[in-house]
């Protein structure tokens, strides 16, 4: 089975400054997807971003990028200009080899302060 | 529907009762999962369905936990005889298929208290 880790269980950042969140997975597959889902106190969660493994570039969605590392199977969330309603759970996830479910890390808590 | 349904939002149970969750997916998505996630935890795989394959059961945690689902349509997830460690909010997500690439899309959950 696929691990998924995320070592910052809280972070804080004040608003308008940048912040990154880690991540780390291990597979031994070459060819995979990564998502970082957002989980607000509302409970719903929302997909940020998304990165496919064969991409060199990284994905990029607004004020969210990532920083893909394949060979050290690190896959951080940088949010740019944060802002208030970015407080939130995020959560980075890895599809297993099936599909048939995602592996998620433990997630880490954003604060945003004003 | 324009998202993931849940319902109830809430509810709260004696120990010992047997309840139902109802999720409704995206019309068109055959793929639904459910999934429990414990008060300041990450997200636990419990089931999965992908159209009309035999479901993907290896998440349930005891065989109190039971789900079902209807060809393409509204899922219901069953507990029988609540115990007080099912207190969690129960998550539950549909996708266009079980390809990899595709991301879910998740209701609000339903929060589920056993007193």
């Known amino acids: 089975a696929q691990t998924v880790t995320q070592s910052q269980p809280e972070m804080s950042v004040q608003e308008a400054e940048t912040v990154t969140l880690s991540c780390t997975y291990d597979?031994?597959?070459?060819?995979?997807?990564l998502f970082w889902y957002k989980q607000p106190p509302s409970r719903q969660m929302i997909l940020v971003i998304r990165q496919e493994a064969y991409k060199q570039q990284n994905a990029t969605e607004n004020r969210f990028s990532v920083n893909f590392q394949k060979a050290a199977k690190s896959f951080s969330l940088k949010i740019s200009d944060s802002q208030l309603g970015d407080t939130a759970m995020y959560f980075c996830a890895f599809p297993e080899t099936s599909g048939s479910r995602l592996t998620f890390g433990e997630g880490t808590q954003l604060t945003v302060n004003p | 529907g324009a998202g993931v349904s849940q319902s109830p939002s809430n509810k709260v149970t004696e120990k010992g009762k047997d309840v139902e969750l109802r999720c409704d997916p995206i019309s068109g998505h055959t793929a639904l999962y459910w999934y429990r996630q414990r008060l300041g935890q990450g997200l636990e795989f419990l089931i999965y369905f992908q159209g009309n394959s035999a479901p993907d059961k290896s998440g349930l945690p005891s065989d109190r936990f039971s789900a079902e689902r209807t060809g393409e349509s509204v899922s219901t997830l069953t507990i029988q005889r609540t115990q007080q460690e099912d207190s969690a909010v129960y998550l539950c997500a549909s996708s266009l298929g079980n390809r990899r690439g595709y991301g879910y899309t998740f209701g609000s959950g339903t929060r589920l208290t056993v007193v």
């Open positions: 597979t031994s597959e070459s060819n995979y997807y």
